[in-house]
């Protein structure tokens, strides 16, 4: 899948094809069919799979609420992630980045994100926080915004320093 992750960011989506995305994998055009019935499908695996697993960050032992503890290592979690995956993110970025891509999957994921939206939502309104769906969209934006300048210089971008500010600001509401 990181083959065509790289395909697709750097050709774009479209002008992929599938036998070129096997044949930078190493593998039989008809193999990569095996997996996938389509390149859609494997485009939707690679933004699906990531999704899940950032998302399952926030509830991950999957009980359905989320903890004052969990919150916090949420914060943790995704800056060791962020940490050990700025090629993927970089290439993802990119990739999700072209609209014509964008659409094809957009109502998908949405559909996917809402239970741990609607979690993250519950925490903020069991915190006291007035506008809990705003906070709830406010907090992904900053773990997003976080990937993403990491991605762009992760030699000089102040991850630790960063990911701390996000817990410190967070420990001050909640007081």
Request: glycine share 4%; proline share 3%; aromatic share 16%.
């Amino acid at each position: 899948m990181k083959k065509a992750l790289e395909m697709f960011a750097s050709k774009g989506y479209h002008s992929s094809t599938t036998a070129e995305i096997a044949k930078a994998a190493g593998i039989a055009k008809g193999t990569l069919f095996n997996y996938f019935e389509s390149k859609e499908h494997l485009l939707k695996s690679l933004v699906f799979d990531t999704l899940i697993e950032l998302a399952n960050m926030i509830d991950p032992n999957e009980d359905g609420t989320v903890s004052r503890i969990e919150f916090f290592e949420t914060i943790e979690r995704s800056r060791k992630w962020i940490s050990h995956n700025s090629q993927f993110l970089s290439l993802y970025f990119s990739m999700v980045a072209q609209p014509a891509v964008f659409e094809i999957f957009k109502t998908e994921i949405w559909e996917k994100m809402i239970p741990y939206l609607e979690r993250l939502t519950k925490f903020f309104e069991r915190e006291g926080f007035p506008e809990a769906y705003a906070e709830s969209r406010f907090f992904l934006a900053m773990l997003d915004g976080i990937g993403i300048h990491y991605a762009m210089d992760p030699e000089n971008f102040p991850l630790q320093s960063v990911c701390q500010k996000v817990a410190f600001y967070y420990q001050q509401k909640m007081q």
